[in-house]
């Protein structure tokens, strides 16, 4: 295919030169009825190029295929047969990849590590999980994708699964071995759902982890605002296969996604799609020669750089060196305090911290000036770090107390009756809300399970120590949504 093109720049450039006069939605109507003070801040060019799909890029029964063309282009791109773009994000995509392969009170195996989004999805669907456990990291205090053992182990306890979730790369971008676990499901005849929302540069350099298209998933989910370059909320669903049917999957993504979809995202993602495919292996070459460097001078400062301590059986089998990952213990400072600080003093951001490690991302859209600008701030946090006091203590379980015994669905559990009760209560009760540190967005407790005094000691400590808990209904976590007693 033509990749020079792009269906949906292309489009708005002629609505634009066409001169159309809006009488239907957005309301704003080119920028006209903005606030001035708004657009001192965010520029009258957003609002130029909003442009509603519908008898807007393309008429009003959508002759011109701008859309369709657009996607086709992209999946061409990734090796994939059909592509859907998502203006919701990845928890709208992951959502409607679920529900394409397994309906309410049916099973799917899934990950217990997996992102709220995924929780979301068997909350509002009705399927029951059956949980795999993942890979633990005793040693870093994290996990990785679980392998074949685990999701066999799993379905020998539940055969009856309709298919399988993977989740690979995680946050701290570690990889799980998706061609092993795509051939596992395929000889039972059940679909691979891989959440590779970190992954949307990974078909476009041999470099990088194995990308889940050419390593056998039937459906693939990824973030282009993540690890990509486009707006926030710019995902893509890519399927191949038969194991799925094309169109189930668009009707489950019609049945959760908007109705009004931003022409902002659809032209980030063409726009990226074309750069990538003309682009992509020299600019990601570029990066990866950048990030190595990068790495080993944060090394050669004294940082505890991870990377091969990721790796080995029951660990991970690949990792991302996009994602710089540190760990701070050496230092005697948390992630928390070591974010926070940064953002403070050296007008630097990070994607993840936790109570020991945050995690930098680069891609090609850094430079040797940003690189210079990271190297130079952690260079100053480790000058700072003596200084900072000592950080309130993680109450960490064992791996064995973070898998919690499931007692309800999720969905019985988050819609039933529930009444609020104190933390001491709460053990031995079944939550009905999801209790998450974030990010990495991984749920510690789930409506439907048992509470144990061990997982709230962890997230009440996590939260006394810096972590963000964004989903109990108290705040402050002094009491616990829990299913209301009969």
């Known amino acids: 295919m033509d990749h020079s093109k792009a269906p949906v720049l292309e489009a708005l450039r002629d609505y634009h030169r066409t001169g159309y006069v809006p009488f239907n939605a957005p309301g704003h109507k080119q920028g006209r009825g903005i606030d001035p003070r708004v657009l001192d801040v965010v520029g009258a060019d957003v609002f130029k190029a909003d442009v509603i799909a519908l008898n807007g890029l393309d008429d009003r029964l959508m002759r011109g295929g701008v859309l369709a063309e657009a996607q086709e282009l992209m999946a061409d791109a990734v090796g994939a047969e059909h592509t859907f773009f998502s203006t919701c994000g990845s928890s709208l995509s992951v959502k409607s990849a679920m529900l394409a392969v397994a309906g309410p009170h049916e099973k ?24 795999v456990r993942p890979h633990w990291d005793a040693e870093q205090q994290l996990t990785h994708p679980p392998g074949v053992r685990e999701f066999a182990e799993a379905c020998e306890r539940e055969p009856e699964a309709k298919g399988a979730l993977l989740v690979t790369p995680t946050d701290y971008g570690t990889c799980g071995d998706i061609r092993a676990v795509a051939d596992w499901c395929h000889e039972r005849g059940i679909p691979l759902v891989v959440d590779e929302a970190w992954g949307a540069h990974l078909p476009f350099h041999d470099g990088l982890p194995p990308w889940g298209m050419d390593a056998g998933a039937d459906v693939c989910v990824t973030s282009v605002h993540k690890m990509g370059a486009a707006v926030e909320q710019s995902s893509v669903f890519h399927l191949q296969g038969d194991r799925v049917d ?13 109705t009004s979809p931003s022409s902002l995202v659809y032209a980030a993602l063409d726009g990226w799609r074309r750069q990538m495919a003309e682009q992509g292996k020299e600019l990601l070459e570029s990066a990866l020669g950048r990030v190595r460097s990068v790495r080993a001078r944060l090394a050669d400062l ?29 230092l005697g400072i948390s992630g ?10 050296q007008r630097v951001t990070v994607g993840l911290s936790d109570h020991r490690r945050i995690v930098a991302q680069m891609n090609h859209s850094d430079d040797d000036e940003t690189a210079g600008v990271l190297v130079a701030a952690l260079e100053a946090l480790l000058r700072a770090a003596p200084s900072f006091s000592r950080p309130p203590a993680v109450d960490l379980p064992s791996p064995r107390e973070m898998e919690l015994e499931t007692a309800m669905l999720p969905r019985d559990a988050f819609f039933g009756p529930a009444e609020q009760v104190s933390l001491d209560e709460a053990p031995g009760r079944i939550a009905a809300e999801m209790i998450t540190p974030y990010p990495p967005g991984a749920p510690a407790v789930l409506p439907g399970e048992v509470i144990t005094k061990p997982i709230l000691d962890y997230v009440r400590s996590g939260l006394e120590a810096g972590m963000e808990l964004p989903d109990p209904a108290d705040s402050e976590l002094k009491s616990v949504r829990v299913v209301a007693k009969h």
Do not use: C, M
């Open 302 to 330: 004294g940082l505890t750089v991870l990377h091969d301590e990721f790796l080995g059986p029951d660990l991970a089998d690949s990792v991302d060196v996009l994602k710089i990952v540190l760990d701070l213990a050496p």
């Open 246 to 258: 094309p169109n189930v999957l668009k009707s489950r993504e019609d049945l959760l996604g908007t």
């Open 336 to 345: 928390y305090q070591a974010a926070d600080w940064l953002r403070a003093e």
């Open 108 to 131: 799917l195996l899934v990950p217990r590590h997996v992102h709220k989004s995924v929780i979301a999805g068997l909350i509002v669907s009705g399927v029951q999980p059956v949980w």
